[in-house]
């Protein structure tokens, strides 16, 4: 059963737990307004009620069940997976999975509604699902890593590639001209233009000796199949490496089973 609720009503709630945050989620209702902050937690104390999930009955300050139950699973499920994909010029969508061995939910959020449901399935073929989108790639073994590219140079090339009121040579000049090596950036707008479907980040928190652990991983979803971008030692600087559509279930796969098995 999906659980709807405003950004308003989910900030009031994890106040309740003494949170300002959840995994995925940063809540600030009005960052250095305070009188704003406190009328808008108090409308949502008023909506909770109103729904019945707080229930004040004298001195008894009570919330529903299900709704605690919610909240205080994804505040400390000890894993959670978080992806992000943004399409070719096309808004970004994240979902986070909160995962534990015995439950995992999935939390999104938009356009101020946050939904939270249990998931029926494989945590690994939801994680799957929301990285190819409506997408399907067919693997190009033909493929070739492009390695040692600033990290700077890749938005720029992406940002001129959008721009369909720029020629190719256009873009290549505006590329060009900004200092970008003009081998690469050929290579990298034709990449951008041709190839590009989206650009897909998935992040794990994992329990840490104090707190939860972050790690994250880049890939890109193209026609040609899916790349990973590693970076480097000398940060900020990325290698992108193709990867086959089976290396990467093995990856997803590989990481949920971690996240399920240890306890």
């Known amino acids: 059963m999906a659980i709807a609720m405003s950004q308003e009503e989910l900030a009031y709630l994890l106040r309740l737990q003494g949170k300002q945050a959840m995994r995925g989620a940063t809540l600030d209702l009005a960052p250095n307004d305070e009188n704003l902050e406190k009328a808008l937690l108090g409308a949502a104390e008023r909506s909770l009620r109103a729904r019945g999930w707080i229930v004040v009955s004298g001195d008894t300050f009570s919330i529903e069940q299900t709704i605690l139950g919610m909240i205080g699973f994804v505040l400390n499920a000890p894993y959670a ?18 995962i534990s061995n015995a439950l995992q939910v999935s939390h999104t959020g938009r356009e101020g509604v946050h939904v939270f449901d ?32 600033p990290a700077r140079v890749m938005v720029a090339a992406a940002a001129v590639a959008q721009d369909a ?28 233009r041709d190839e590009w479907l989206a650009t897909v980040v998935v992040g794990v928190w994992s329990p840490g000796e104090e707190g939860a652990d972050y790690s994250s991983l880049g890939f890109i979803q193209s026609r040609g199949g899916w790349w990973v971008m590693y970076p480097t030692s000398d940060a900020p600087v990325i290698d992108l490496r193709p990867i086959t559509s089976a290396d990467l279930t093995a990856l997803i796969d590989e990481t949920i089973h971690k ?5």
């Open 81 to 98: 997976i978080a992806v992000r994909r943004t399409p070719t010029g096309g808004q970004s969508h994240a979902v986070t999975y909160h």
């Open 259 to 263: 996240t399920l098995s240890v306890r």
């Open 118 to 149: 249990v998931l029926s399935g494989s945590p690994a073929k939801a994680v799957l699902d929301m990285m190819y989108g409506d997408d399907r790639v067919t693997d190009d073994a033909s493929r070739q890593a492009m390695t040692a590219i």
């Open 165 to 192: 009121a720029l020629s190719d040579d256009a873009a290549l000049t505006v590329l060009t001209e900004s200092g970008v090596d003009a081998a690469l950036a050929a290579t990298l707008l034709r990449f951008y």
